[in-house]
């Protein structure tokens, strides 16, 4: 698995619309093949914080195919109504996590 890590900067009074962006991203990104899940994580002013988003993914190819159908360029012109600057964004391996494999014994 990999996963596309977002660093964001919210403009102060954006939360709110922030956390809205997101949830309607979150409900296109699961029609997206190879989609796994999302953590938010958020430090700094509770009214201007900056975010780390963790965009969980079966496969670099399953991201790619995201570049490809404008899922991301969507999401990224999305996340500009709220946030300073363009976000950083990176691609990395997952090398381990349990956050899935308790989603999936929670399912069953």
Same mark, same amino acid.
Not at 35 to 41: I, K, S, T
Not at 50 to 70: D, G, K, P, Q, Y
């Given at each position: 698995m990999?996963?596309?890590?977002?660093?964001?900067?919210i403009r102060p009074g954006?939360?709110?619309?922030?956390q809205n962006i997101l949830s309607s991203l979150v409900e296109l990104a699961c029609e997206q093949d190879g989609y796994r899940g999302v953590? /938010?994580? /958020?430090?700094?002013?509770?009214d201007s914080p900056n975010i780390t988003l963790v965009a969980v993914w079966n496969s670099m190819e399953?991201?790619?195919?995201?570049?490809?159908?404008?899922?991301?360029?969507?999401a990224i /012109?999305?996340?500009q109504t709220c946030c300073e600057g363009f976000?950083?964004?990176?691609?990395q391996a997952l090398l381990a996590s349990d956050f899935l494999a308790t989603? /999936?014994?929670a399912k069953a």
């Amino acid at each position: 698995m990999h996963a596309r890590l977002w660093q964001l900067h919210i403009r102060p009074g954006m939360v709110q619309d922030f956390q809205n962006i997101l949830s309607s991203l979150v409900e296109l990104a699961c029609e997206q093949d190879g989609y796994r899940g999302v953590l /938010a994580l /958020a430090s700094g002013k509770s009214d201007s914080p900056n975010i780390t988003l963790v965009a969980v993914w079966n496969s670099m190819e399953t991201i790619r195919a995201s570049e490809n159908n404008l899922f991301l360029t969507h999401a990224i /012109a999305r996340y500009q109504t709220c946030c300073e600057g363009f976000p950083h964004i990176t691609v990395q391996a997952l090398l381990a996590s349990d956050f899935l494999a308790t989603g /999936a014994r929670a399912k069953a």
